[in-house]
Every structure is written in structure tokens, then in C-alpha cells.
């Protein structure tokens, strides 16, 4: 089965940096990669995703590329904020099923 | 529209035990799962209902057991319930296979087991 490893396990930027989160997958098949941000209390929120056909994709600071034939792909947040202060889980799978990784606790420093 | 419900929220229980946690998902999904999040364990896949049917298991006892009904919610239970059995239960829902499959959690419902 696929096995996603994530790192670091914890993160902390000052305000204003870039904070970057890799993950690396095993399974070649898997051509689906989201992210999600858990806050304290809270249920995992999908933030983006990628799916296999494409190599980057951003949404406003966040952004997510893929490397297929290295088998990783990684969040990149840019002038993190303190309201980006979480739990960040990757996940790589297919229509049926995701794994997920052990998740990064980034701290965002004022 | 309406995100994935799911009650009870918080719920306490005696070993040995049983609980059934309920889900209700996004209008239109029809594949549910459900995950088991504890601080040591990250996110474990626990199984995952399309159209009625376990499509899915993950590595767990028979003593964690789900079902899916025809309007799409999803129920899971845990029979004698032990004290590792604490831990926050996740539902996700998604549209069906053709549709790709961005996943959608719940708020969860967290178990104390004493």
C-alpha cells in the first residue's frame, strides 16, 4: 500500500518568511495529492490540491508542486501570518483512497 | 451549503463498552470514510462506504465496524471499547469516482474512554 512521509514534524518562521513542508509517497500510482490544515478543535481543512497531470498549482500564498518521477511534492506558504499557525497533513492516493502523513505543526512567530 | 455533520461531538464511555458515532455528509457525496486521529498515530484510515458498500478497510479490529444507508450517511461503531480507543473520529466525504476525489472532513467527534 502507499506510505507518505512528511518533514519537518514541527516548523517555526517568524511573520512575513516562507515556510515549506515536503512530502514523499511511494505508491507511482497515486495521482492525487491534497493538503489540509487542522486547527486546534477543529477537523482537517483541505487547503489545495494537485493532481498528477499538473507539476504546480497556487492559490494566492499557497502553493504545491509535484514531482512525479521523484516521487514528492511540497507546500510552499510565502508571508506566513499567524493565522497560518497549525497542524499541515499531506496525503497521496487515488479516487478511493488517500494516505496521509504525520502531519507538520508550523508555529508563526509575530 | 452544509459541510460534514457529525455527532455526537465529544462523548464519554466506559471500557467495554460500545458507541456509534454518526455522519452525515456534503449533499450530493457519496463516498464516505472515516479516520481515527491520535496524537502518537496521525490520521488512520479506517474504512470507506460508496453507495452502501465497504470499498475500503483499513488496518483495525473487527471490533470497529461501519454501515452506510441509501441517503448516504454513515455510521460507525465500536464494540468493548478499550481505553486505547480514545481519540478524535473523523468523517470525510467525497463525490463519487468519476468525479475525482477532493476529500471533505467533519469536526469530528472526540471518545474518552474510561
Known amino acids: 500500500g502507499e506510505n507518505v512521509e512528511q518533514h519537518p514534524s514541527t516548523l517555526s518562521v517568524q511573520e512575513g518568511d516562507s515556510a515549506v513542508i515536503k512530502c514523499t509517497y511511494s505508491?507511482?500510482?497515486?495521482?492525487?495529492f491534497p493538503w489540509y490544515k487542522q486547527e486546534l478543535g477543529k477537523g482537517p481543512q483541505l487547503i489545495i490540491d494537485i493532481r498528477s497531470n499538473v507539476g504546480e498549482k497556487k492559490d494566492q500564498r499557497i502553493a504545491v508542486t509535484l514531482n512525479k518521477t521523484a516521487k514528492h511534492f511540497s507546500l510552499h506558504i510565502t508571508e506566513t501570518q499567524p493565522e497560518d499557525s497549525a497542524v499541515y497533513f499531506c496525503a497521496a492516493g487515488g479516487y478511493q483512497k488517500v494516505t496521509f502523513g504525520t502531519g507538520t505543526k508550523l508555529q508563526v512567530i509575530p | 451549503k452544509a459541510g460534514v455533520t457529525q455527532t455526537p461531538r465529544y462523548l464519554i464511555k466506559t471500557r467495554g463498552q460500545q458507541v456509534t458515532l454518526s455522519c452525515s455528509p456534503i449533499?450530493?457525496?457519496?463516498?464516505v470514510s472515516w479516520y481515527q486521529q491520535t496524537p502518537g498515530q496521525g490520521l488512520q484510515f479506517l474504512f470507506e462506504?460508496?453507495?452502501?458498500?465497504?470499498?475500503n478497510k483499513g488496518n483495525f479490529p473487527g471490533r470497529f465496524s461501519g454501515r452506510q444507508f441509501s441517503n448516504s450517511r454513515s455510521e460507525m461503531n465500536v464494540s468493548t471499547l478499550e481505553l486505547g480507543d480514545s481519540a478524535l473520529y473523523l468523517c470525510?466525504?467525497?463525490?463519487?469516482?468519476?468525479?475525482?476525489?477532493?476529500?471533505?472532513f467533519g469536526e469530528g467527534s472526540w471518545l474518552t474512554v474510561v
Open positions: 505508491d507511482s500510482a497515486s495521482n492525487y
Open positions: 449533499s450530493g457525496h457519496r463516498s
Open positions: 470525510a466525504s467525497s463525490r463519487d469516482r468519476n468525479s475525482g476525489n477532493t476529500i471533505y
Open positions: 462506504y460508496f453507495s452502501e458498500t465497504q470499498r
